[in-house]
């Protein structure tokens, strides 16, 4: 299947940073999802992406979609303990015609 | 939230026994989908449908397979469930195929 290199990892910052991570493939995509994940629970949607080089927040999250429609961006701003959890990525190829998922970027906001 | 249910949330079986997970959709998507996720991979799709007796395998099919009698359930059955098949299943939704999905709670399969 089609890889998604999720990336960093992992992740520990302080309360209050600014948090960036991002998805790269070789492969080009139609569709970006970003999606949060808390121990013990589904993963929640958090953005969605359907046009390359758009750009879309919500609330303290603004996610791009590659200009190559090959990568995209997450960032979250003035973190808070409650961001805590898995991000992952999904992208979405007519190709395999099905998303694939990154592996995720686990985030621990220190208070 | 597109109302997506999982049941049961956990299961604890024996190698060789047959295992029936059922997914409850209340927001009448076309597509479902069901997925398994590992430590060190991403969610990878086992199978979905795209209507109703309308399904189609995902990149790990093999060992289960699926039903879909009515748009709001979705059945993913392990005939002869095996230690690999040790895993955490969720089951989507979506409107269309490149459209958001939306997921549910999970279900944690021990396969011993």
């Known amino acids: 299947g089609q890889q998604l290199n999720q990336s960093p990892q992992s992740m520990f910052i302080q309360e209050g940073e600014d948090v960036s991570m991002n998805c790269t493939s070789s492969s080009i995509f139609n569709t970006w999802l970003w999606y949060k994940q808390e121990p013990g629970e589904g993963p929640v949607l958090l953005i969605a992406l359907y046009k390359a080089g758009e750009l879309t927040s919500n609330g303290r999250l603004t996610a791009q979609f590659g200009i190559t429609r090959k990568d995209s961006f997450l960032n979250i701003s003035a973190s808070i303990p409650s961001d805590v959890g ?14 694939y998922f990154g592996t995720g970027t686990s985030l621990t906001v220190i208070p | 939230d597109a109302g997506i249910t999982q049941s049961p949330r956990h299961k604890v079986t024996e190698t060789g026994t047959p295992v029936t997970l059922r997914c409850h959709q209340t927001e009448n998507h076309r597509y479902m989908y069901w997925y398994r996720q590992d430590p060190g991979h991403g969610l990878r799709l086992i199978h979905y449908s795209y209507g109703v007796k309308d399904t189609d395998k995902g990149e790990v099919s093999d060992g289960y397979s699926v039903s ?21 299943y969720f089951c989507a939704t979506s409107l269309g195929t490149n459209n958001e999905q939306f997921f549910g709670p999970g279900t944690r399969l021990t396969v011993l």
């Open chain 1, 86 to 99: 898995i991000y992952f990525c999904a992208g979405y190829t007519n190709t395999g015609n099905q998303f």
């Open chain 2, 68 to 88: 879909r009698s009515k748009t709001e359930d979705f059945l993913l059955t392990l005939e002869s469930a095996t230690s690999s098949q040790t895993s955490v």
